[in-house]
């Protein structure tokens, strides 16, 4: 009661000053609960503080991340599944070839990975499922074990969707050109161009190992019915007798009115790289051409020079990056326990001081100065020698 009081005339004996002024200057609504998120649990939003209730009583209530029940599984080849996902209502949906985070929390820790969405935006729209599709990465930490231990009626968290939009603007022709797992945000374009009953020349270059490796390819037999104008041509590159071992210019020659279209690419790095110079070559304009490319998180912009020594200087401890896992991760691996929470670059629990060298923020692609900062380990990967107070 007397606290309740105090709190009444504006007094807070410890630090002499209003909460009522502090509260007025930082607004009504959203930005007083996240206010008073970080001044009585340390997050902005304080129910999160309530999580492990929340869970035990519904999972879909969990508030550190947004939550997501597996509807079912479908097997697309021998190492590839398709989970149909029901977020909460929260999420606030995506469009057509954009991606998202699965977030899962394996043997105490907590693991954040990107896939793209591989279903029309209609999906969520009409009833609130979506589809993601996993590739499994042999020496992966995350995938093996969510192809292998997930069943329908387990929950997952999942970020909001990130990254652009590729579908064509009507009439606008188009050429894809994908590998393995790279199929997926075109299936999400192409089935998005089908729902929109578009009519735009388009030619998909899907290059897989075998004709066993196809991921979506009932999908895709469904989409080349729906979708009059489209050319579907699926490359097995073992199975290729004029070039058994990539794309080749014999491949781009084949499309109609190459230069005139907007192409798009998705799959390995080497692939993609020896599709800009053909198309390059071919005399397609650079602006007319984009990728995807899957690293650590939303947002990224893939950085050759990432990687590099980071020091641990409290504990005493080394770790060589090559840049392809956050900070927050590498800490773990050198058997460092730094605080964190959200994983997602929300929560700023794992807020760490830089005492020396570059760290690139793979939110915004951003680089950091040389000198002394406060970075966020989940979110930053060194380029360079990087020494962290820990």
């Given at each position: 009661m007397q606290e309740s009081m105090n709190m009444e005339k504006g007094v807070d004996r410890g630090q002499g000053r209003s909460y009522r002024g502090v509260l007025a200057r930082v607004g009504p609504g959203r930005d007083t609960w996240r206010w008073l998120g970080?001044?009585?649990?340390?997050?902005?939003?304080?129910?999160?503080?309530?999580?492990p209730l929340l869970e035990s009583i519904n999972p879909l209530w969990a508030q550190r991340y947004i939550?997501?029940?597996?509807?079912?599984?479908?097997?697309?080849?021998?190492?590839?599944?398709?989970?149909?996902?029901?977020?909460?209502?929260?999420?606030?949906?995506?469009?057509?070839?954009?991606?998202?985070?699965?977030?899962?929390?394996?043997?105490?820790?907590?693991?954040?990975?990107?896939?793209?969405?591989?279903?029309?935006?209609?999906?969520?729209?009409?009833?609130?499922?979506?589809?993601?599709?996993?590739?499994?990465?042999?020496?992966?930490?995350?995938?093996?074990?969510?192809?292998?231990?997930?069943?329908?009626?387990?929950?997952?968290?999942?970020?909001?969707?990130?990254?652009?939009?590729?579908?064509?603007?009507?009439?606008?022709?188009?050429l894809f050109i994908t590998g393995g797992s790279g199929i997926t945000p075109v299936l999400s374009q192409l089935e998005a161009m089908a729902d929109r009953h578009l009519r735009n020349p388009v030619t998909l270059l899907y290059f897989v190992r075998t004709d066993a490796d196809v991921i979506g390819g009932r999908k895709l037999e469904a989409l080349a019915e729906r979708l009059p104008n489209l050319e579907l041509r699926i490359v097995a590159a073992e199975q290729d007798p004029q070039n058994p071992d990539h794309l080749g210019p014999h491949h781009l020659q084949a499309v109609e009115?190459?230069?005139?279209?907007?192409?798009?690419?998705?799959?390995?790095?080497?692939?993609?790289?020896?599709?800009?110079?053909?198309?390059?070559?071919?005399?397609?304009?650079?602006?007319?051409?984009?990728?995807?490319?899957?690293?650590?998180?939303?947002?990224?912009?893939?950085?050759?020079?990432?990687?590099?020594?980071?020091y641990f200087t409290r504990s005493g401890l080394s770790a060589e990056s090559s840049g392809d896992r956050r900070l927050l991760e590498e800490a773990e691996a050198a058997g460092l326990n730094p605080r964190y929470g959200c994983r997602m670059g929300?929560?700023?629990?794992?807020?760490?001081?830089?005492?020396?060298?570059?760290?690139?923020?793979?939110?915004?692609?951003?680089?950091?100065?040389?000198?002394?900062?406060?970075?966020?380990?989940?979110?930053?990967?060194?380029q360079g020698a990087v020494e962290l107070d820990l």
């Open positions: 970080q001044q009585l649990f340390n997050r902005e939003n304080p129910a999160m503080y309530f999580d939550p997501a029940r597996v509807e079912a599984i479908e097997a697309e080849t021998h190492d590839s599944k398709t989970l149909t996902l029901r977020p909460a209502r929260r999420w606030g949906g995506f469009r057509a070839g954009q991606h998202l985070n699965l977030e899962v929390e394996k043997d105490g820790r907590w693991y954040s990975r990107p896939f793209s969405l591989s279903c029309s935006p209609s999906h969520w729209e009409q009833d609130g499922t979506i589809t993601v599709t996993i590739k499994k990465v042999a020496d992966g930490e995350v995938t093996p074990w969510l192809l292998e231990h997930f069943e329908p009626g387990d929950v997952i968290g999942i970020s909001r969707a990130y990254g652009e939009d590729h579908t064509p603007e009507p009439g606008r022709p188009m009115g190459l230069t005139e279209r907007d192409c798009f690419l998705c799959g390995p790095p080497g692939l993609m790289k020896h599709a800009q110079n053909l198309l390059a070559d071919a005399g397609v304009p650079e602006e007319q051409v984009s990728s995807t490319l899957f690293a650590v998180g939303p947002g990224v912009v893939v950085t050759e020079d990432a990687g590099g020594t980071v929300i929560c700023h629990q794992c807020s760490c001081r830089k005492t020396s060298g570059i760290v690139i923020n793979q939110q915004t692609g951003q680089p950091s100065g040389h000198g002394e900062e406060t970075i966020q380990l989940c979110i930053n990967v060194p």
